[in-house]
């Protein structure tokens, strides 16, 4: 890389680190910390909510797909996604703030101990923060990889050196910091992407470019659908994607909880779906014409780089690098705010009396604390990545199985519809979303990719939907009923003073 591009990578680690220290000033609470204290405008959560859903996978493996399989992974990926967040601006979105409004919770998973009961909420509460340990562990080791390839740097040195850079904007910052930094990131992926795209456009020949050069590209290239990833795939992703980027992704279900209001939320879903019909488009085009500057490559996973040091000048290179650096940071930046959330709020003061009674500002600090200690839990996990060899990889797999069950009895215990389905309901969802992936990974190897990936979320929805069906007749408990009244309209609640955001 040239000088300019080094000098344009520091610019925008300084920048960074400005947004954590100018964030700090926002900060008085954990209620500031943890979801902005309801102050988040719907264009810039909706961005942060965009922006949160990508990582460097979209630059590596998600552009050896656009090279080898073309315009399919829009229609599964960027469009499944839209439909997916679309409904849930209807039916998720505006309840996850009313929650923070009526209830005053931090954590996405606070109000399942009303809802279900503790011994569930503590469950899924435990499960998810030991085993993001891992998966933050693996981020932090495919961020160093990147940066190894782009400029040499070593692995051991790229993970210190984008953990450092998070840990000191995240810890002193906290969402406030977060969603600021995904929101340049995005303005950056914008820039970078925008030119990248006019410059293929210019070596294809023109605008028209953008219709006719599909006829010099592979035959299935230019279908909506394109084996393996044809028409079930697309649905199962669907399927997916509601739970994930609705909330079952605990950083995403920040991003809604944070809003002033159910009506904010529902336009700060309704802006996320929209950059992601919209702007994959302009992103993907480059990997989609890349076979005709680049055929039969034998690495597509570097497609994305080799463009963009074949064909942007130099600063620009730095420029993307950048965002794909930060894309990917966003992401754990993203969900070690939401773990520490979740471990301040759901966990300690399970543990402890005195952590319960605390004032905003002793919650604060020790809000600060967990993360400091989970950031550098996750890092020593990076650092060693070797040594775990097959087991790392095995564990952020069971991540994937488990994080999908979770999000049924988290996402569907805010709709009215399911009041019958109670905490034995969720736990057995979850136990058989479990079952069913181990089933499937270690049993039928001849199931199809759509069906092995979607076959956990719909065994957990099934029992979990089947078990509320059989228990129609008894009586919900009078706090779940309150509970999902209020959570019906942003009227202030009756039992409950709304938090003043």
Known sequence: MHAADWVVILFYFLVMVAIGVWSFKMVKGSGDYFVAGGRL???????????????????TAYAAIAYSYGFTIYLW????????????????????????MKRNIESPLEYLSIRYNLPAQQVMAWS??????????????????????????????????????????????????????????????????????VVVLSKLGGIGAAWTAWDELPPGNSQLFNEPYGVGFFLAFIFISFFSYNGGTWNLA??????????????????????????????????WMSPIFFPNLENPDQVYVKLTQEFLPAGLVGLVLAGLFAATMSMTSGDINAVSAVITRDILPVVSNKIRGMDQTASLRLARYTTLIFTLLTLIIGMNADDFGGVLGLVISWF????????????????PAFKHSDSTAALSSIAAGLITFIAFKYGFTEASEA?????????????????????????VPEEVEQLLATLQ??????????VKA
């Open 41 to 59: 405008p719907w264009w810039l959560s909706g961005a942060s909510h965009h922006v949160s859903g990508y990582s460097g996978v979209v630059f």
């Open 77 to 100: 990926w960027a469009v499944a996604i839209t439909i997916s967040v679309i409904l849930g601006a209807h039916l998720i979105a505006p309840r996850w703030a009313r929650l923070r």
């Open 128 to 197: 998810g923060v030991l085993l993001k340990v891992f998966d933050v562990g693996a981020k932090w080791t495919a961020i160093a990889i990147l940066l190894n390839g782009f400029t040499g740097i070593p692995i051991l040195t790229g993970i210190l050196l984008s953990g450092g850079v998070s840990l000191l904007y995240i810890t002193i910052g906290g969402l406030w910091a977060d969603v600021w930094n995904d929101f340049a990131q995005f303005v950056v992926q914008v820039i970078a992407g925008t030119v990248l795209f």
């Open 254 to 287: 920040q991003r809604y909880i944070a809003a002033p209001s159910g009506p904010e939320a529902k336009k700060a879903a309704y802006f996320s779906a929209f950059l992601y019909l919209i702007w994959p488009l302009i992103m993907f085009f480059p990997m």
């Open 400 to 415: 994937g199985a488990l994080i999908g069950p979770v999000s049924i009895p988290m996402l569907l215990g805010l709709l």
């Open 451 to 475: 069906v092995e990936v979607s076959a956990p979320l719909l065994a957990s929805l099934v029992v979990y939907v089947g078990m509320g069906w059989f228990n129609r007749h008894k009586p």
């Open 489 to 498: 309209d942003d009227s202030p609640s009756l039992d409950q003073p709304a």
